[in-house]
């Protein structure tokens, strides 16, 4: 992922990393609707596909297409739904024992220079955990956005 690229451009690279493809999006009956949020539209895909008989997709790729359906909305009205998804960049979330989670911009636009200088943003800080998100929506609130990736001191990043 890099920043440069739309949010739904990024949600469409996740999509195809987790396994799923293009018509995960384009071939959906489901008709996102402003109010909807990521979760809305993963409730709708899943019933969609209960309605149909189709064979049952994997959670994840559920997810990653109403990330990117509910981007390309966002990204077709911009002044409908500003903030909620917009090219950016990533955040680090950190997650202190004691205490409220912090949340700070990432200068970096390379996932793995963002995630060399998060390792050392939270090991500096003494926490033991913490996330890197893309922004989608939550206004830079922690614990909102599309989660990229997860640290623990004790296991490294994953996923």
Do not use: C
């Given at each position: 992922?890099?920043?440069?690229?739309?949010?739904?451009?990024?949600?469409?690279?996740?999509?195809?990393?987790?396994?799923?493809?293009?018509?995960?999006?384009?071939?959906?009956?489901?008709?996102?609707?402003?109010?909807?949020?990521?979760e809305?539209?993963?409730?709708?895909?899943?019933?969609?596909?209960?309605?149909?008989?189709s064979?049952?997709?994997?959670?994840?790729?559920l997810?990653?297409?109403?990330?990117?359906?509910?981007?390309?909305?966002?990204?077709?009205?911009?002044?409908?739904?500003?903030g909620?998804?917009?090219?950016?960049?990533?955040?680090?979330?950190?997650?202190?024992?004691?205490?409220?989670?912090?949340?700070?911009?990432?200068p970096e636009?390379?996932?793995?220079?963002?995630?060399?200088w998060?390792?050392?943003?939270?090991?500096?800080?003494?926490?033991?955990?913490?996330?890197?998100?893309?922004?989608?929506?939550?206004?830079?609130?922690?614990?909102?956005?599309?989660?990229?990736?997860?640290?623990?001191?004790?296991?490294?990043?994953?996923?």
């Amino acid at each position: 992922m890099n920043s440069t690229q739309s949010s739904s451009e990024q949600f469409m690279q996740n999509l195809k990393s987790l396994g799923g493809s293009e018509s995960d999006v384009n071939d959906a009956a489901y008709v996102v609707r402003d109010e909807d949020t990521v979760e809305n539209v993963v409730s709708g895909l899943r019933i969609e596909q209960q309605q149909h008989g189709s064979a049952a997709k994997e959670p994840s790729i559920l997810h990653a297409a109403a990330e990117v359906m509910v981007s390309r909305r966002d990204e077709q009205d911009p002044s409908r739904h500003a903030g909620s998804s917009q090219e950016g960049k990533y955040q680090l979330d950190v997650h202190h024992s004691a205490g409220p989670s912090t949340r700070e911009s990432i200068p970096e636009k390379d996932i793995e220079d963002a995630k060399n200088w998060a390792r050392e943003r939270i090991e500096a800080q003494g926490a033991e955990f913490g996330a890197i998100y893309f922004p989608a929506g939550g206004d830079g609130v922690p614990g909102t956005g599309a989660l990229v990736s997860s640290y623990d001191r004790s296991v490294g990043w994953y996923r």
